[in-house]
């Protein structure tokens, strides 16, 4: 990720490819497209809130516990691909959006999953009162 | 290159966003340049954010607590999984779990970093040392116009200031610096003195919004809980002012608010609260003792008598068996 780069944001996209992003608490070893998430990953929707506030999924059997981080509802999240055009270096353009993002833990370790969104949300509001 | 998800404000009309860098505003060696953009007259700051995994802050508490643990490679246990509603067969794994987000940014903040340029510390435990004098800013002190004062920042301080347009920097001069008209033109010159009025100011705001996580005692007289709440707001600042700026802010007053005062008088209500704790507790051992050895804890030295050990006395006389037929007594 270079630091001088330049991002294409796409401002008629309400039509373009919406993804949820799911940040679970496992180190994944590969990077890439899957199509193994047609039968595998789904919420449990016995155990799962219908409103989203909570969401319960497995990897591999483990037990994950998800909330949403509804602190982004006022951002519009992108997904940005670099471009290959050796012409323009360092720049990411806008291929899809992303709806909502989801923190996991796994099963017990909830107290710190609330604890960091918690975290997180005062960083913004904090960050919106000293650079307002 | 690998893709990247960003967290955009709403605010953030542009379909073009260039991001450049600044020096980090604190001129901690250690801490890692701004990346920023200017969208519609203002600036924002990208940040990055992963969760399981503690701040650099609560590093020795959270080995202590194992509150997280990491892969050998030292990295989060954290990935992320991309899905499609619309078709599950669609989705991406990401091995690195993490997202950018924006959030506004205060220009001020690194034209203060310019002007206290050569005060660079390693981090922020040197801030509470004596305060350094700096009378050697590194920006020319004398006044200079908008176009002149960019073009010095641009050669003096960062390539990164060639970023910034002229409006933008102009709006943080106007609250940064003295200024002079003269033939329609205006001459502006950044003097410590403003940026702490303009840094107390921030103090005061930020006191006033302390987030929630904030270890303020509820139980504070009202008058010392003011007092807490600016020494706690002057520490979250910490993060962003060189510190020359963080020494002349905990040292400034004025008619409505004194942060001198506020760091005495609750630094005083701390330590009187420390002697009162341990005046409580050994109230309370003492307490605890009472009616145990008649309150008499002190144990009765041991005297040992030895038992005396007569030697008997064998004269010494001439000859050599005169002992032995020593005369009776």
Known sequence: ????????????????????????????????????????FKKDAEESAEDNSQVV??????????????????????????????????????TARIGMVFNYEREG????LQEEISKFEEHLQLADVIHD | MSKRI????????????HIFELPHSTNINSKSKLRLFCSDDKIYQIKRQMFSKGCAYNKTRDASNEKYHYCSDSKPL??????????????????????????????????????????????????????????????????LMTRDLHETLIDNHDKGWSNIPTRILQNSLQQLCDTIEEGGDTYYKMTPSKITKWLANKAVKVSRSL??????????????AGHAKLVFACNILISLVPQPAYQNLIQYSDEEVNFAKAFQEYRKYLQDQAVKEREQ??????????????????????????????KKVTKVSKGAIDGFFSKKK
Not at chain 1, 81 to 86: L, V
Not at chain 2, 105 to 119: E, I, P
Not at chain 2, 211 to 223: N, Y
Request: charged share 25%; with cysteine; net charge negative.
């Open chain 2, 281 to 310: 507790q050994l109230q309370i051992n003492a307490a605890m003792k009472v009616g145990m050895g008649n309150g008499n804890t002190k144990k009765k030295a041991l005297v040992t008598k030895r038992p005396v050990v007569t």
């Open chain 1, 57 to 94: 999924t497995y990897i591999r059997g483990r037990k994950i516990i998800g909330k949403p981080l509804t602190c982004l509802d006022r951002f519009q999240t992108v997904l940005l691909e670099p471009e290959q055009d050796p012409e323009t270096p360092n720049t990411y353009k806008e």
């Open chain 2, 211 to 224: 987030p929630a996580s904030i270890p303020l005692q509820k139980d504070l007289p009202e008058q010392v």
């Open chain 2, 78 to 143: 954290k990935s992320g999984i991309l899905t499609n509603a619309d078709e599950r067969r669609d989705g991406w794994l990401l091995e690195d779990g993490y997202f950018e987000f924006t959030t506004k940014y205060d220009l001020c903040f690194s034209l203060c970093g310019a002007l206290f340029s050569k005060a660079k510390s390693q981090d922020e435990n040197e801030y509470q040392q004596e305060p350094r004098q700096f009378n050697e800013l590194e920006l020319e002190s004398r006044f």
């Open chain 2, 6 to 17: 960003i967290a955009l404000s709403k605010e953030c009309n542009c379909e073009e966003l």
């Open chain 1, 1 to 40: 990720m270079s630091a001088n780069s330049v991002l294409l944001i796409d401002g008629t996209s309400e039509s373009s490819k919406q993804y949820d992003m799911h940040l679970v608490p496992c180190r994944i070893r590969t990077t890439g497209h899957t199509n193994e998430l047609a039968n595998n």
């Open chain 1, 109 to 112: 370790n909830e107290a710190r």
